[in-house]
């Protein structure tokens, strides 16, 4: 079975914060996708990174980064110095090769309040 | 370049009626997906198009979903009849192939569906 796990519900910080929103996937194939999606209360979802398993590397991009370890099967995304502009709702996807779609299975997703 | 187009935003019926969404997605787009997002949760895939034919329905309720996708370009999802439960956000995504690996996905804004 696969599975994403977005442990943090809401988490609420004051401008300027570091804060990283957390995930953790199951699944049993050796080669999967992992991606982070952004979610403003218009309500579309904006792609953030997608990274494959065979790729461990960290990730920075801006004020955004991501730390991938298969070791903990985590894919964990900070915020440097957050802004109000990153108030939204988070989500941690997965996709396997063995489901042959492309299919995304997300987390619940994190709402992150930015505090001016 | 436009992007995934969706309507209507907004609809609310009662319990029993039926109503139908409209998809268009970005040119050139040949994989077509709706999600279904209950509020507080991750998007759940219900239907995955490959042009016009059907790859992945396996969470679609058939008793009460249906989707089409003539010509294979734009695509309508419908619900008859409607239950409270089917109270989400309806969302479409295209992408150019149906791996992600080969490219992102690109979601519309959604349609809000309210079932008194």
């Known amino acids: 079975a696969q599975k994403v796990t977005q442990a943090q519900t809401e988490i609420s910080v004051v401008e300027k914060e570091d804060v990283t929103l957390d995930c953790v996937y199951e699944t049993r194939d050796t080669t999967y996708y992992l991606f982070w999606y952004k979610q403003p209360p218009s309500g579309e979802l904006v792609f953030l990174i997608r990274?494959?398993?065979?790729?461990?590397q960290n990730e920075i991009s801006g004020r955004y980064s991501w730390n991938f370890q298969k070791s903990t099967s985590s894919f964990n995304f900070t915020i440097t110095a957050s802004q109000v502009v990153d108030s939204a709702v988070y989500f941690c996807?997965?996709?396997?090769?063995?489901?042959?779609?492309?299919?995304?299975?997300f987390g619940q997703g994190t709402t992150l309040q930015v505090k001016p | 370049e436009a992007g995934v187009a969706q309507s209507p935003r907004y609809k609310i019926i009662e319990k029993r009626q039926s109503v139908a969404f409209w998809c268009n997605p970005i040119?050139?787009?040949?994989?077509l997906y709706w999600y279904q997002q209950i509020l507080g949760q991750g998007p759940k895939l219900l239907i995955q198009?490959?042009?016009?034919?059907?790859?992945?329905d396996s969470q679609l309720p058939k008793d009460r979903f249906s989707a089409e996708r003539l010509k294979g370009v734009d695509s309508t999802l419908k619900i008859q009849p409607a239950k409270l439960e089917d109270s989400a956000v309806y969302l479409c995504?295209?992408?150019?192939?149906?791996?992600?690996?080969?490219?992102?996905?690109?979601f519309g804004e959604g349609s809000r569906l309210t079932v008194l």
């Open positions: 996807a997965l996709s396997a090769s063995s489901s042959n779609t492309g299919k995304l299975i």
């Open positions: 995504a295209s992408s150019l192939g149906p791996y992600l690996n080969t490219g992102e996905l690109f």
């Open positions: 990274r494959n398993s065979f790729d461990e």
């Open positions: 198009f490959q042009n016009n034919g059907v790859v992945d």
């Open positions: 040119s050139g787009h040949a994989t």
